[in-house]
């Protein structure tokens, strides 16, 4: 019987579809080779990668020498890089082109486990007639994914014989080897690094190692720690481990030549198999002297004289647009230029205004903030440019500085500019332009130094156009413009909850947090026109409502779920659900059948049916 959480069935029927849709024949097939002269040039590009599996390779073939089989490892497009074992074997598939140089992409030769892990990046067996080329049927093929570090796919491995040779065990061994290449090529990478070892009590697991640099960010991972930790590519570099997991310090420490070990507490929520014995593997950092930890230790003190202020380090996205955004931010912060920054309210505008400032070289002077369309307008120009004892009825007998003054050498940030009354414009304009500002009720101006950051959710540039906002004033302000996207376009708005769970964790002191299925679809579907503050606002209600650490789609507020389920057609993401997040789901559960029911959602007889159709024949 095939593993439930392993529902080949389904993916060799998606991998028919495919093949059935590029037209795949045997003629076209038989051709995707490359001649000698390329592939020579083709496999000096993988060179690196080749040297550091070649003992696995060679301890590969000579187990397989006599068994009538063969190890293969192919790129990820598909090109057979290396194939060796029983020679004998090797020259009668010579005959469908299982040699150095041949394509075995899905697209050319369809269904075939190398090349259908390329696309499903799952390990898959494909024995005899479940081959889609005639040719192959006389096959079985055990492959598995390599990854690298990062969770990029890196290559294939695979296992191949004749078809009645096939021993289910095959997979678990190819899988287990594949695994074992990405510990090597995560252990001895040429960085300086810490890699800790994560065992799970609960044998017939694999452990996790996961990789971080000298100031405790996370670095890389092989499969099982970015299963467990929810990694990414662009979450690594952007995070601390000790964001993902608790008790850490001892094991960050440096003490010469000791190896600390120890039982952690893994935050991944469900309350099963959260228990892990962690151990230093290998600690190549560069020792932390005196001055390296004194260094640190004033960062971390000007930090706090900042009034905590966030910094780019702070602030979390992997979306391709966010981080367009922040790149340009942070090139921005190295000048002097007046910055606008346009998004949606809840899209962070006020975080990337104090990132700039503190990347900047006024890091160190005062930052002042003011929102244009929340002070009354009768107040907004004495809060601006401040005023003299006596000015006004009410006035402080001693005078008072203005925002522009008290901003005087760092950062000024007017937050929804576009609501700032046209006799402000004129005056704030002034300010630009002689570089000093006049008190109300004086006669004296002041030179004043600062650096305007603006923001506006609101197309500025309308606003100039039907005469609400003084162009003169928008080119003065235009200087560097960036656009945050909102949380609606981002691709990584299940990665960003999940960080903000983990900081509503240490906020309720109530143990680890984990979303259901249903509701990381939840938060992948709905619109969020608040954004950022809006899912936050959202995820501490569900948080504070949830039980046993399970944050469902019930506890997240009356309004979202009543706009959710009107708008998200959930029919078709309930499918989603059943043909891919339920073995994950299984996974977490440990095979059970309710605590998966409950999490997704969906009745026991639902989940029975389901795993039924996944395991049932083709």
């Given at each position: ?137 006389m ?99 952007n ?27 893994v935050?991944n ?62 090139r ?21 205004s ?32 401040g ?55 004086g ?26 906002f ?62 950022v ?6 995820l ?14 019930s ?11 009107k ?52």
């Amino acid at each position: 019987m095939k593993s439930l959480l392993e529902p080949t069935s389904v993916l060799l029927k998606k991998s028919w579809e495919r093949s059935r849709m590029n037209g795949v024949n045997a003629l076209t097939a038989k051709d995707a080779i490359l001649e000698k002269s390329q592939f020579k040039q083709y496999r000096e590009q993988k060179e690196e990668f080749m040297r550091e599996i070649a003992p696995t390779m060679e301890h590969l073939a000579y187990w397989l020498k006599s068994s009538y089989s063969i190890v293969i490892i192919c790129d990820t497009s598909g090109y057979i890089l290396e194939s060796k074992g029983d020679p004998s074997f090797l020259k009668d598939t010579e005959k469908i082109q299982v040699h150095q140089g041949a394509c075995w992409s899905e697209q050319v030769r369809g269904t075939n486990s190398a090349g259908t892990v390329i696309v499903e990046k799952k390990p898959l067996a494909v024995v005899g007639t479940e081959h889609y080329l005639e040719a192959n049927h006389m096959l079985y093929c055990a492959a598995s994914p390599i990854f690298d570090p990062y969770g990029e796919l890196l290559a294939v491995l695979d296992f191949s014989g004749l078809s009645v040779k096939y021993h289910p065990s095959l997979l678990g061994m190819v899988d287990a080897m594949a695994r074992k290449i990405e510990d090597w090529l995560l252990i001895h990478r040429p960085d300086r690094q810490l890699v800790i070892s994560l065992s799970p009590q609960q044998p017939g697991k694999h452990r996790a190692l996961v990789a971080v640099n000298q100031d405790g960010v996370v670095t890389g991972g092989n499969r099982e720690a970015q299963m467990l930790l929810h990694l990414d590519k662009h979450l690594m570099g952007n995070i601390q481990l000790s964001d993902l997991l608790t008790d850490m310090d001892s094991l960050l420490q440096r003490p010469a030549g000791a190896l600390r070990s120890g039982t952690l507490l893994v935050g991944n929520g469900n309350g099963v198999d959260n228990r892990w014995q962690a151990s230093v593997l290998i600690d190549t950092r560069p020792p932390l002297t005196a001055l390296s930890a004194a260094s640190k230790e004033k960062q971390k003190q000007k930090r706090t004289d900042a009034s905590t202020l966030y910094s780019f380090e702070d602030i979390f996205g992997s979306d391709d647009s966010f981080l367009k955004a922040i790149r340009l931010a942070k090139r921005a912060a190295a000048t002097d230029y007046t910055i606008m920054l346009s998004g949606e309210s809840g899209t962070g505008k006020d975080l990337i205004s104090q990132a700039i400032h503190m990347a900047s070289p006024r890091a160190n002077k005062p930052f002042v903030a003011i929102n244009c369309g929340a002070v009354p307008k009768s107040l907004l120009e004495s809060e601006l440019f401040g005023y003299e004892a006596g000015a006004f009825t009410g006035a402080k007998q001693t005078g008072q500085a203005g925002k522009i003054e008290q901003a005087h050498g760092g950062t000024l940030f007017l937050d929804e500019i576009a609501e700032m009354p046209m006799e402000m414009q004129v005056a704030l304009l002034r300010v630009l332009q002689d570089l000093s500002v006049t008190r109300i009720g004086g006669t004296k101006p002041a030179h004043v130094d600062v650096r305007i950051i603006t923001a506006t959710h609101t197309d500025l540039w309308k606003k100039v156009q039907d005469g609400s906002f003084r162009a003169d004033l928008f080119y003065r302000l235009q200087g560097v413009h960036i656009i945050l996207p909102p949380l609606r376009e981002r691709a990584d708005r299940l990665q960003l909850a999940r960080l903000l769970l983990t900081g509503i964790e240490t906020e309720l002191n109530q143990g680890s947090l984990s979303l259901s299925a249903a509701a990381e679809l939840l938060i992948e579907n709905y619109t969020w026109p608040g954004n950022v503050r809006q899912l936050t606002a959202a995820l501490r209600e569900a948080a504070f409502l949830s039980e046993d650490g399970f944050v469902d789609t019930s506890c997240f507020p009356p309004y979202i779920l009543s706009t959710y389920t009107k708008t998200a057609a959930p029919t078709g993401e309930l499918e989603k659900i059943g043909n891919y997040a339920i073995v994950d789901v299984l996974h977490k559960t440990g095979g059970n059948i309710s605590e998966t029911a409950r999490l997704l959602g969906i009745g026991r007889s639902t989940v029975y049916r389901k795993m039924k159709k996944m395991t049932g024949p083709m």
